[in-house]
């Protein structure tokens, strides 16, 4: 049963305009998510992340916007540059289960067309 | 710069070879896991480990081990490898802080045929 969600398995946004990748998940227990970036042949990188304590938080060009109530996140990339191309993993974890053993999304993959 | 890195990068094997994944850090973090790509899938948690000696299973453990006798290396063996174990296995390692990222290596591809 898959516990993290991401249902567009890719997205293709033009440069310079909001890319908005979504992301569900099922466990209530899950109490602190973070976004993975992946390009081809490397290892997933960190993002951005939120507590579930918290409905927004802001890195730059990057938001994530959680959703407790209706189990749902989101990560908006304003503006959207060429290297943002790359796979996308929303990842969920439960602090009290023990750091950073995360479930992750089957991943999105985002595609910038200049 | 310290780092985490995994070897070898490719690996095909044959049906029922023991293989070992090799995976080293040297950010002297305690926390050290090992997750498995697959497509529709994302990653997934095969084992885990907390510091040395430790040693956990995650969501997909079985035909899998690892053992941690210091803290730079958390090695994954396959006891006897299937096809169904060809995949993308990447490392990661984090601090202790409940609050914090993990740092992934550059995966290694393994071929089971």
């Known amino acids: 049963d898959q516990q993290v969600k991401q249902n567009s398995p890719s997205l293709s946004v033009q440069e310079g305009r909001i890319s908005i990748l979504n992301c569900d998940y099922t466990n209530s227990m899950f109490d602190y998510f973070l976004w993975y970036k992946k390009y081809p042949a490397e290892g997933p990188t960190f993002l951005i992340s939120i507590s579930s304590i918290k409905d927004k938080n802001e890195d730059g060009r990057f938001t994530v916007f959680l959703n407790k109530s209706a189990k749902h996140l989101s990560l908006h990339i304003v503006p959207s540059q060429p290297g943002d191309s790359a796979v996308y993993f929303c990842?969920?974890?439960?602090?009290?289960?023990?750091?950073?053993?995360?479930?992750f999304g089957q991943g999105t993959r985002l595609t910038i067309n200049p | 710069d310290a780092e985490i890195t995994q070897s070898p990068r490719h690996k095909i094997t044959e049906t029922g070879r023991q293989v070992t994944l090799a995976c080293h850090q040297t950010?002297?973090?305690?926390?050290m896991f090992w997750y498995r790509q697959d497509l529709g899938h994302g990653l997934r948690l095969i084992h885990y480990?907390?510091?040395?000696?430790?040693?956990n299973k995650g969501e997909v453990s079985d035909g899998y081990s690892v053992s941690r006798s210091n803290t730079e290396d958390l090695p994954l063996t396959l006891e006897s490898a299937a096809s169904s174990q060809t995949s993308v296995y990447f490392c990661a390692s984090s601090r202790d802080s409940w609050n914090t990222e993990a740092f992934f290596g550059q995966g290694t591809r393994l071929t089971v045929v």
């Open positions: 990842a969920a974890m439960n602090v009290l289960q023990g750091a950073q053993k995360l479930v």
């Open positions: 480990s907390y510091g040395v000696q430790d040693t």
């Open positions: 950010w002297n973090h305690n926390n």
